[in-house]
Structure formats: structure tokens, C-alpha cells
């Protein structure tokens, strides 16, 4: 699972192309936003006020290239902060695609999911804040649920620039001028949140100090996670900023992830193996299964360079391709296939790769194997052990083990 803003290729594909026809900027859209230092060139720029207009709570029928600010679900005005207890979330949309997705989904506003117990801390890590396991967690187990603090574009959406008459600006001042204006239309976002919200938003850190990103841009940069697809159109896409969830510091072996549910419009985290009191919980912001440098490439815009034992490790990328080749195997009878999958289920443990797709092929393997050799405990382990798994990842229950079998010919 990926996270971020304009991080994730997607993401990247979708600013590269996210404008529609009439807007009159494609080239400037193409470029990135800056990381690192950047000197700014335009402090005499004036941004536009009133970029948002204040609608009523239910409206959906938006103009594509209108803004649409609104809390999601609906508030009252004059009410408290406590009277939700499962929060509100301030929402930035570009037209009314997201919005009318979020109104429609069946059970909306259903309740955000809570654990049994209270099983994660805020605490002082090796970077920064992290969060932390309170008491041991099983694998697949719901460590947290979390309404956002926002939810606003995954890219800047299309904004009229106010530059001077006949001034011709550059591409970079072209990107410089966008991320302050969208810095404007933030400020007012955010000015509409309950104050407790918008401190906590404030409270998060920001890695983006320095590259022309204003403080509300730099942290939604910083911490948001990729959320709803605005029904498969990856214009649409959205990040989400979270009071706790964005505390989480990055793993390349990371031992919880995470799925968003639009009913609750919640984000939910879950163990991706079983976690002992007082470890570290962790996820991953860039993709596991990529390669060393493909990894620390998506880590430039947090700031940091990972220097896990996996990214110090040189000899990591071969086994990581070992590991994804494994389930490539066609085994010819259970017992090489028990053998098969617990030797790579062990590799995968070792290095705290549970994450992987791989996992689940390799428990379904070990699973089939068992029952064709009548092992009952085996067949009961492993599919327990998918069972975790699909849950970590968003599911239920055990599904489509057809296509788990794949590989199998006894
Ligand atoms: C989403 S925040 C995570 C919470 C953050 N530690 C805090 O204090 O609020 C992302 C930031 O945490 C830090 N961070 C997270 N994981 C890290 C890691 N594995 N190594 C170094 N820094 C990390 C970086 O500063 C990054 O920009």
C-alpha cells in the first residue's frame, strides 16, 4: 500500500493529466513540486481571495471545476467538538465527483470501528513522534480507527493565477505561485474546522519547509495518505491528514497497514503480524516490494533517508526478487509443497516482510499441502494465518482461494 501526496505514481500520472480541457496551464502541470530548498522569487505575489464558496451541507450538484469545501459528516452550526465523538472531517473537493461518492456509499456516515481495547500510545521515537504498541496485538487485529482531520486533492487542483499584467512567468514560478494559492485556499479550509482539529493539524510535523510549501501544504504533504478514488477516476483522488495514523514513522518491513472505508469514512490500521507490547507499530510510505532505490526515491519528499536494515542490507534486492519469484513454483506433491512454502514463509518472517502478496500465495500453499496430506492442525494454522492476513488488508474473511491455488498440481 502506498501513501502520500504526489508521491505514488498514480498520483504523479494524475497531475500530469489532471486538469480539464478548458483549463489554460497544461504545461505547468507536468512539472513536479519542489523538495528540498528551493529560493523563493515571487514574495511580492498577491494571492485571490474567495476561492471557495460556502454551500449547504447536502448540495452535490457542483460544477466540475467549482471548489467545494464541506464537512463531511454534516455539522451543525454552534455545536462542540465533543458532540462527535467519532470526529468530522473537513473536506477540500475539486467539483462534486468525490462528494456525491461519499454521499452515496450505502451505510454513510456508518461508525468508525474501535478495537476491543485501547492498544496503541503516542510516544518519542527515534524520529520524531511514533506510535506504539500499548499491549500485544495479533496478526490482522484492528489496532486503530481514525477519521481525518481533512481530506483535500491528491494534486493541486486548477487555480487562477494572479500574476501582473505581462508578466511572463517561468515554470518553476508558474509551480511557486500555485502552492500559494493553494496555501490561501487551505487557510480557508481549514479556518471552518473545529479549533481541537485544526491544533492537531498544526501539532503534526511538516517536512516541507523549505521548498515554497506553506505550513498547511507542508504538512499535508508530509502526512497525508492517498484516499478515495472518486469511483476509479484517478483525477480524483484524494489525501487524507489524521491526528494519530499520520504519527506513524515509515519500515520497509513494516508491521501494520491500512485501508479507508468510505462508509465511515475512516481509515482503519491493522496488524500485519503479530506486534509485542512496547514495539514500535509502523507502515510503509513508499512500496515494499520495490527495489532499494526505487524505495529511498519515494522517500525524498518525507525528508529522510531510510537506513533500515533492509535498505543497508546490499545483498536485500536479490532475496527480496527471490521472495517474489517463490510463488512462481509449480510443486508436484504435498510434501514438496509444505517444504516449498514454509522454507519461503520463513524467509519472508525473517525480514518482516509479511506485507508482500507472496505471504498469502505461500500460506495457501502450505495450507493446500497440508490438506492433501490430512493435517488437520496445518490446514488450521495457515488458514488462520490467511485469515489475518485478508483482514489486515481490508478484507472479512478468507477470499478467492481459487486464485491462491495457483501453482498446485497435486
Ligand atoms: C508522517 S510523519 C511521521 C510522524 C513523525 N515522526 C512525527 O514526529 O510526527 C513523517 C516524518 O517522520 C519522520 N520519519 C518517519 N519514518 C522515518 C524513518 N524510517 N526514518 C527517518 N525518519 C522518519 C520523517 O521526518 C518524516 O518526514
Redesign the pocket.
Known amino acids: 500500500m502506498k501513501r502520500g501526496f504526489l508521491n505514488t505514481k498514480r498520483v504523479k500520472d494524475s497531475l500530469a493529466s489532471y486538469a480539464p480541457p478548458a483549463v489554460p496551464e497544461p504545461r505547468m502541470l507536468k512539472a513536479k513540486l519542489p523538495i528540498g530548498k528551493v529560493e523563493p522569487t515571487l514574495s511580492n505575489y498577491q494571492a485571490s481571495e474567495n476561492l471557495m464558496e460556502d454551500v449547504d451541507a447536502n448540495t452535490t450538484n457542483y460544477a466540475d471545476d467549482q471548489v467545494v469545501g464541506t464537512t463531511l459528516p454534516a455539522r451543525y452550526f454552534n455545536d462542540e467538538f465533543s458532540d462527535y465523538p467519532d470526529n468530522v472531517t473537513e473536506c477540500l473537493f475539486y467539483g462534486g465527483k468525490v462528494k456525491r461518492e461519499i454521499l452515496a456509499t450505502p451505510g454513510f456516515p456508518a461508525s468508525v470501528p474501535r478495537p476491543p481495547h485501547v492498544c496503541h500510545s503516542l510516544e518519542t ?1 527515534a ?4 506510535v506504539f504498541a500499548t499491549r500485544d496485538i495479533k496478526m490482522g487485529d484492528l489496532i486503530m480507527a481514525e477519521r481525518p482531520l481533512s481530506v483535500t486533492p491528491a494534486a493541486i487542483p486548477p487555480l487562477d493565477l494572479n500574476f501582473p499584467k505581462g508578466f511572463n512567468p517561468t515554470i518553476d514560478q508558474v509551480v511557486e505561485a500555485r502552492m500559494i494559492q493553494y496555501e490561501k485556499l487551505l487557510e480557508t479550509s481549514i479556518s471552518r474546522m473545529f479549533p481541537e482539529n485544526r491544533d492537531a493539524l498544526f501539532a ?2 511538516n ?1 516541507h519547509t523549505e521548498d515554497g510549501s506553506g505550513p498547511i501544504f507542508g504538512r499535508i504533504r ?2 497525508g495518505i492517498g484516499v478515495l478514488s472518486g469511483n476509479g477516476d484517478p483525477h480524483f483522488g484524494s489525501t487524507a491528514v489524521f491526528k494519530d495514523i ?6 520497509c518491513a513494516p508491521n501494520s497497514t491500512y485501508n479507508f472505508t468510505t462508509a465511515s469514512l475512516s481509515m482503519q490500521l491493522r496488524a500485519l503480524r503479530d506486534i509485542k507490547q512496547d514495539e514500535e507499530i509502523t507502515i510503509t510510505y513508499c512500496g515494499i516490494e520495490d527495489s532499494t532505490a526505487e524505495r529511498q526515491e519515494a522517500l525524498k519528499p ?3 533517508q ?1 537506513t ?1 536494515r533492509i535498505c543497508s542490507d546490499p545483498g536485500s534486492d536479490a532475496r527480496l526478487a527471490k521472495i517474489k519469484a517463490s510463488t512462481e513454483f509449480t510443486v508436484r506433491n504435498a510434501r514438496e509443497g509444505q517444504q516449498h512454502a514454509e522454507k519461503w514463509l520463513a524467509e519472508i518472517e525473517t525480514f518482516g516482510w509479511q506485507g508482500l502478496g507472496q505471504y498469502k500465495k505461500l500460506l495457501a500453499m502450505a495450507m493446500f499441502a497440508a490438506a492433501t496430506a490430512g493435517r488437520t492442525d496445518g490446514v488450521r494454522k495457515y488458514f488462520g494465518m490467511m485469515d489475518a492476513w485478508s483482514r489486515a488488508h481490508g478484507g472479512d474473511k478468507v477470499s478467492d482461494l481459487h486464485g491462491l491455488s495457483m501453482g498446485l498440481v497435486f
Open positions: 521515537s524520529f520524531g513522534m511514533g503534526l510535523h517536512a508530509t502526512n499520520s504519527r506513524l514513522n515509515h519500515s518525507y525528508g529522510f531510510c533500515c
